[in-house]
């Protein structure tokens, strides 16, 4: 890494002369237009007093749910996940699974009313999973279970926290 860093030295010395000695060359123009957008889709994510989560894909219709990193963390290292059956339809607050660690066990409650369309089997054969990524919704993630949000649970999102109002939460 070093040579390498050696070799770009007089390179990146003659372009940081060039770009120094003329600023005033380049000037945005009332016509710049952006090609592209660096922006991830975007995507709702709750999260409720008993630290569960929701987060809702960009379709508004889909999403996923698990338990928090605080909640992870607080449990220590995940032995065991009961998974809820698929497919169900659950109201918010129903106990849909529980997780077991070697401090404790807890239940985990659905957020909003939905109907679970899927669960992650991941859990099943690895638990610990839960504490590498609990807000990981890809396919090696800690995520619990794959939803699809009835009309009721769009209005139940109203009542659970954003991000920053959880890690306020969580702070207190």
Not at 103 to 115: F, G, L, R
Not at 128 to 153: C, Q, R
Not at 160 to 170: H, I, P
Request: proline share 5%.
């Amino acid at each position: 890494m070093a040579s390498i860093a050696r070799s770009l030295r007089p390179i990146a010395t003659r372009f940081a002369a060039r770009t120094v000695a003329s600023p005033a060359l380049w000037r945005p123009s009332a016509f710049t237009v952006r090609a592209f957008s660096a922006s991830r889709i975007a995507q709702v994510k709750k999260y409720t007093k008993d630290h569960e989560w929701v987060e809702i894909a960009a379709d508004g219709k889909t999403g996923h749910i698990g338990i928090s990193e605080y909640a992870a963390h607080a449990l220590g290292d995940v032995v065991y996940v009961e998974l809820p059956t698929a497919p169900s339809e659950v109201a918010a607050g129903d106990a849909i699974g529980a997780v077991e660690s070697v401090k404790s066990a807890s239940d985990i409650n659905s957020p909003i009313s939905c109907t679970i369309t899927a669960v992650n089997e991941l859990l099943e054969e690895s638990p610990g999973t839960i504490n590498k990524g609990p807000e990981d919704d890809s396919s090696a993630g800690g995520w619990v279970a794959k939803i699809e949000i009835a009309e009721a649970g769009t209005k139940d999102l109203e009542g659970l926290m954003n991000a920053e109002e959880y890690k306020e939460f969580t702070e207190e």
